[in-house]
């Protein structure tokens, strides 16, 4: 292998053959190059749909109702049924130790709300503390509702940012003033921000128990929303979510006399549920990746083999006397693979480096909310290489071999 003669063979046969051998590592480079490249895509991908399952509050589910779809007990179809808060604290109690937050959302659209002069159509929200995490919204100023305003009934808000410039022109001015909305007076306690859009910012949150009192809704309220605490992984996570949610719909069920066999009365969203589907699209398109990165791969190596055919076909001759000096098959095999091996090699590495050198520095500068981070584990990457030279020896056996078979009589006649 480190016969100094063998290397200067080498390197001679390639300065022979320079344009030749420039493009048979090209093909090879440019293989692993494009695989490592699309690998890194792959998990700049997964990276993102990671980071927005993330900043969603991942393991958020959603409960609301519908009309029954079938009679039971004696019970018509097209019957209403409400969430109460019975239900919520159920929930709350049963399923302590895996539920993280947890808030009711009665939503009033289109509430008249005024301050001074100036004034807007908005949302109000009867909602709960832990409904701030759960829209992933953060606070501009003061605070947002506590327990004490939930047993107080108190008369408070905290209000989106665009209401808190539609009003006051500037957030901090807000705070601690009065609004109105459908006639009744509000302090403003805080100012959040929703990154999910103008929309999410024009609501007047109130506790759950003021609107309760306000709109006597004691038997209805609303909507459920649960995070549970997230596992160690995804689908341990989402197993653990579909259990809940089985189990929990089920008690809603019996409790409010809905057929079991009804999907409609009690409806519900997990954010699971599209986190899965992004995950089994990510999948596939690894599996695509790999795909067109191998084939890319294997185009290559079909170019290295075909360049060891010609190069055994042009040096024939000097086989034939190699032979006739009494070398033998095995190192007439050698010969050819160490140059096969060593384009391969060379090439190999030069595609990688670049590659990873690429991914370091153009993958910080990718602002997309789906790929995020690209990049290649290095143990995979090395491993990729390993497998390619690999290959490139398959590759050059075959001529090799061939050219180890030629009889030194005809490859003396060979012009």
Known sequence: MFDIERWEEIFEAISKNKLRTFLT??????????????????????????????????SLIVLWTQATSMEYKGLNANRNIDYTLDDFNYAKKRYKNHVAEATLRYRRWGALTTYKKESGSYAMVGAMPDMLGIENASLNAGRFISEDDLKNNAKVTCIGHQIATDLFKNYEKAIGEY???????????????????????????????????????????GQLFFTLTPESTFDETNEK??????????????????????????QSHSSLDEAKKFIILN????????????????????????IMLIIVKERTKEIGIRKALGAQPKSIIAMILHE??????????????????????????????????????????????????????????????HASKIKPIIALRDE
């Open 25 to 58: 590592g090209l093909s090879v480079g440019s293989g692993i190059f494009i695989l490592i490249i699309l690998l890194g895509i792959g998990n700049g991908m997964k990276n993102g749909i990671q980071s927005k399952f993330e900043e969603d509050s991942a």
């Open 179 to 221: 609004i109105q909305a459908n006639g009744i007076q509000f302090k403003v306690i805080g100012v959040y921000s929703d990154p999910g859009g103008e929309r999410d910012n024009t609501k007047l949150f109130i506790p759950h128990t003021t609107m309760s009192q306000i709109y006597n809704t004691k038997e209805n309220v």
């Open 241 to 266: 979510s579909e259990k809940f949610l089985s189990q929990y719909k089920t008690y809603l069920r019996k409790k409010h006399n809905v057929h079991p066999d009804d999907l409609k009365a009690i």
């Open 283 to 306: 999948r596939m398109m690894s599996l695509f990746f790999w795909g067109i990165g191998i084939l890319t791969l294997i185009a290559g190596i079909v170019g290295v083999s075909n």
């Open 340 to 401: 096969s091996i060593f384009i391969t090699t060379i090439s190999g590495f030069i595609g990688l480096f670049l590659s990873l050198l690429l991914l370091q520095f153009a993958g910080p500068q990718i602002k997309s909310e789906f790929i995020l981070n690209p990049s290649v584990n290095f143990g995979v990457a090395v491993t990729t290489v390993v497998l390619l030279i690999i290959s490139g020896a398959i590759a050059g056996y075959l001529p090799a071999r």
